[in-house]
């Protein structure tokens, strides 16, 4: 709307001059506000906009505008109350709705529309700009324009109660220019406006929009702002970089408010996105489907790195995918007939999968990853409900202790055999890093009951030797043991009697008696 938009100040004559006057939304920003956003805001725009040039492997630009980030809790001009006459401040003190007319045909309302002076008639039937202050529902009908103001040219809506359009706007046939700003709007239909045929301008700055579609329009020169509102980029709004008619005038500078991509410009999220959804359909990943997880900054601070993440579950693959999208960083691929994992050190396609769940799968070993930069980098790996029996604990343990990044690794649901060694090399490995393999508490191994065959299962971390391992291993197992305890005693003498030696030479000059009767 041509309704110029401000925070809290005194206006000046040369702000009542140009009010209305404009093709376009402005926003002023003055007084404490305006120092405030020089000190704290300007540097933090300036800092991103070194840091967030237009990225080189996609076409969308990366602008962040300092009045996307100062749009918050706009305010229409008249509604200040630092110009309001005594009468309405003492209407709103007492929360009535409260109306006045200004020549020659401007209607402000402050908490509601007095329908009783519209409908007495006279001056305020000449209303062509109207303009509602401080609206105190939650929803706004635009249906009551038709009855109380039918021809109306401009129209500004306000208030931080604001959240949805009763119904869709009539037909209005002088209506050019619709301002609702600095409310909690967070849904307008694609054919809110449909019925206005002279529209001209559309600002929907400053409310709390997530979503759009398309907007239909019977004009074909609508000129529509969205800024400042906390756009979803997790939403398909792909649309918007196949919109041609500049219509959606300030789309540049619309910034992702959600958690997964906040700070982000919404042309360049979903640009990525784009890009993604195409390379999703490689015939090897074709019955996938693919979705940036993040957006984050590269390390020369030129460009995005798109963090993605693949999910191929219960797809029927037989060997991991020979193809993924450039940055996969996670892959969903359970429930499916793997037997293997080799991709993981052969293909170049998985050197940025960081995240891998294979559970539900016929993996029978992943002795192969021993040594290999993938389980060096890896975050979480997890291989519940597959048929392992037996891992390498020495290589994955050493992997775990040399990757700084590992998250969770889940083991659960395997057929684990209770073998003597490595049932018990198994347990301390679990028990080492209970924090780390998240099921620990879970995973079970067997043993063959000698008399029927039947396997028993029993929780690693809880079984004993005498559970698992024969007399004879038993034996054996304490043998070493106990030959182990007295090499480590001897060899903690012999350091022990060299200390005393050499003390012995530094106190009194000469070997001990003992050595200098040996040969």
């Known amino acids: 709307m041509e309704t110029k938009t401000t925070r809290h100040r005194q206006p000046t004559d040369a702000d009542r001059h140009h009010r209305f006057s404009g093709d376009a939304p402005q ?6 506000v305006a120092v405030i956003n020089v000190l704290v805001v300007a540097p933090i725009v300036l800092i991103l906009a070194l840091l967030l040039p237009a990225c080189p492997s996609v076409s969308a630009q990366l602008p962040l505008s300092l009045q996307n980030l100062v749009v918050e809790n706009v305010v229409i001009e008249e509604c200040s109350l630092l110009r309001h006459p005594s009468s309405v401040a003492a209407s709103m003190h007492h929360g009535r709705p409260h109306c006045y007319f200004t020549p020659p045909n401007r209607t402000v309302c402050f908490r509601g529309i007095d329908a009783k002076r519209f409908a007495a008639g006279g001056r305020f039937n ?33 208030g931080h109660g604001l959240q949805r359009l009763a119904h ?33 301008v559309l600002n929907l700055r400053g409310n709390e929009l997530e979503q759009i579609q398309p907007y239909r329009f019977r004009s074909g020169h609508v000129q529509i702002y969205l800024q400042g509102n906390l756009w979803n980029c997790t939403n398909d709004m792909i649309w918007l970089l196949k919109e041609q008619s500049q219509q959606y005038v300030d789309k540049p500078t619309l910034v992702c408010k959600d958690w997964k991509y ?10 990525y996105k784009r890009v993604v959804q195409e390379s999703c359909l490689h015939e090897e990943i074709w019955n996938c489907s693919c979705h940036v997880s993040y957006l984050r900054l590269s390390d ?36 499916n007939k793997l037997q293997s994992v080799d991709s993981l050190t052969t ?14 799968n016929r993996i029978t070993s992943i002795d192969i990853l021993e040594d290999t930069i993938w389980l060096d980098n ?22 775990m202790e040399r990757n700084p990044g590992v998250g969770k690794v889940y083991l659960s649901n395997n057929p684990w055999r209770c073998g003597c060694r490595f049932a018990i090399r198994f347990q301390r490995f679990l028990r080492k890093h209970e924090s780390l393999v998240a099921d620990s508490r879970n995973i079970t191994c067997y043993v063959l009951n000698e008399e029927d065959g039947r396997k028993q299962y ?3 971390l809880t079984v004993t030797p005498n559970d698992i391992c024969r007399p004879s291993e038993n034996n054996a197992a304490t043998f070493y043991n106990t030959l182990s305890i007295i090499f480590a005693s001897l060899i903690l003498l012999i350091f022990t009697k060299l200390a005393y030696d050499y003390y012995h030479y530094r106190k009194y000059g000469k070997l001990p008696w003992l050595i200098m009767k040996m040969p």
């Open 27 to 32: 926003q002023r920003i003055t007084g404490d």
């Open 168 to 200: 869709d706007f009539p037909a209005l046939p002088y209506l050019r220019m619709v301002n609702i700003t600095g409310t909690r709007l967070n849904y307008t239909g694609i054919s809110a406006f449909f019925e206005l045929d002279r529209l001209q």
């Open 378 to 399: 890896f975050r979480i790996l997890s291989l519940r409900g597959n048929r392992l029996n037996r891992i390498r604990v020495y290589s994955v343990e050493h992997a």
């Open 458 to 460: 029993q929780q690693v």
């Open 347 to 360: 293909n170049e396609h998985y050197r940025s999968v960081q995240d891998i769940y294979m559970d539900d």
């Open 262 to 271: 906040t700070g982000r410009p919404v042309l360049t999220a979903m640009e």
């Open 300 to 335: 020369d601070g030129l460009s995005f790195d798109p963090m993605i993440m693949v999910n191929c579950s219960a797809r029927g693959f037989y060997q991991l995918p020979q193809y993924l999208p450039g940055n996969t960083t996670v892959l969903h691929i359970a429930h």
């Open 126 to 158: 000449q209303t062509r700009q109207l303009i509602l202050c401080d609206w105190p529902g939650r929803t706004f009908d635009p249906l009551v324009l038709a009855r109380l103001t039918p021809r109306v040219e401009r129209f500004a809506l306000t």
